[in-house]
């Protein structure tokens, strides 16, 4: 069993940056490929960005490429999301996922088994 607890989220103008964490629990975190995914009100839930065990690999959808980055840091259990430039657009319920079966990057939502209860940014224009 994983759990997952977020935190970093809220109200910033647009241009702006926040950086998301989300702490994991257990001690096989490194074996976890880690996924952040959004969903604004009314959309289907929307893949960010996803980063390989070691995090030598990552992958961004192009809506956040060169404005955000996904990073872990094994050691402390945790994986995070930098966001720069933000939009309006960006504007969404945050989450972060788990990924304990997969060999390979996905941006796949239903590749996620464990999912953070979600944490809300806001950009205003």
């Known amino acids: 069993q994983v759990q997952l607890v977020e935190s970093g989220g809220g109200l910033v103008q647009a241009g702006g940056s926040l950086r998301l964490a989300c702490a994991a629990s257990?001690?096989?975190?490194?074996?976890?490929?880690m996924g952040w995914f959004r969903q604004a009100p009314g959309k289907e839930r929307e893949f960010v960005a996803a980063?390989?065990?070691?995090?030598?690999?990552?992958d961004h959808a192009d809506s956040v490429k060169g404005r955000f980055t996904i990073s872990r840091d094994n050691a402390k259990n945790t994986v995070y999301l930098e966001m720069t430039s933000l939009k309006p657009e960006d504007t969404a319920v945050y989450f972060c996922?788990?990924?304990?079966?997969?060999?390979?990057?996905?941006?796949?939502?239903?590749?996620?088994?464990?999912w953070g209860q979600g944490t809300q940014v806001t950009v205003s224009s």
């Open positions: 257990g001690r096989t975190f490194s074996t976890y490929l």
């Open positions: 996922a788990v990924d304990q079966r997969g060999w390979v990057l996905s941006r796949s939502p239903n590749e996620y088994a464990y």
């Open positions: 980063i390989s065990r070691s995090g030598g690999s990552t």
